[in-house]
């Protein structure tokens, strides 16, 4: 149970993906070692996708890149 | 005037004038002998104490004379030496002002050096502080406005992003992460 979890990555998008995206999402995540998927909807971070994965977090919202604009400024 | 006829008198008659005045050379001799032992006890007895007295005051006035020329040398030293003294007392109370002055302008110059320093040291403190209440505040302006136009922008993007865009941004996300 423990290793499943482990494997199973955690993607926010701010709206629904179409199924070539969630397609090219998933070949993602599984090239990273996750045999699984759970999506989460969240408005909040503007747009684009954070993807996380163990320990890691692949954040291309336009939130957190904004947040990254911000903090270079 | 009787008497002058007296004698007259007498020398018509003929006879001695020491006779008629009953004068015997015995008695000039004795007279004479007593005006001898007297002056000679005048002599002994009232000349010679009195010379020896005068001579005596004589020596006495000579020394008195000699210590008040003494004494007036001396004096006359001591009005020098005082002099000299006064003389160098000026000098010295002169040296003393002369030198009180200097040290008081020195120690006058050394307060107007200090307070110049530190009015400099206060200025420049002052100014550093300013240059960085200055840097702080624009730092804080600069960071208000990047708040402000990442808040805007945020709320720009948010209600313009199509689903197209959003589709594009994640597959451009992917393709970056892919690469890494």
């Known amino acids: 149970m423990k290793a499943k979890a482990k494997n199973r990555a955690k993607v926010v998008l701010a709206m629904k993906a179409d199924g070539e995206t969630v397609a090219k999402i998933e070949a993602f995540v599984r090239s990273r070692g996750c045999d699984g998927v759970r999506y989460k909807i ?26 990254s604009v911000k903090r270079s400024v | 005037m009787e008497f002058g006829i007296a004698v007259t008198q007498l020398l018509a008659e003929g006879g001695s004038i020491f006779d ?9 001799v004795l007279h004479l002998f007593n005006l001898i032992v007297l002056t000679v006890g005048l002599y002994f007895l009232l000349f010679r104490p009195v010379k020896k007295m005068i001579k005596q005051r004589q020596e006495k006035v000579k020394k008195i004379e000699k210590e008040n020329a003494d004494l007036n040398d001396e004096v006359k030293k001591m009005k020098s030496s005082s002099e000299k003294v006064l003389s160098d007392a000026k000098k010295e109370a002169a040296a003393i002002h002369e030198s009180a002055v200097k040290v008081a302008n020195q120690k006058a110059d050394d307060i107007v050096a200090e307070a110049r320093e530190r009015a400099k040291t206060l200025v420049e403190q002052t100014q550093r502080e300013m240059d960085e209440e200055r840097s702080k505040l624009r730092s804080d302006i600069e960071r208000q406005i990047a708040d402000v136009s990442v808040a805007v922008a945020e709320k720009v993007i948010e209600k313009q992003i199509t689903p197209e865009d959003n589709k594009a941004l994640i597959e451009k996300c992917l393709d970056e992460w892919s690469k890494e």
């Open chain 1, 42 to 67: 969240d408005p909040s971070i503007g747009g684009g996708i954070v993807i996380y994965i163990g320990d890691k977090v692949y954040d291309g919202s336009v939130k957190g890149r904004l947040a």
């Open chain 2, 20 to 28: 008629s005045l009953g004068i015997t050379w015995e008695s000039i």
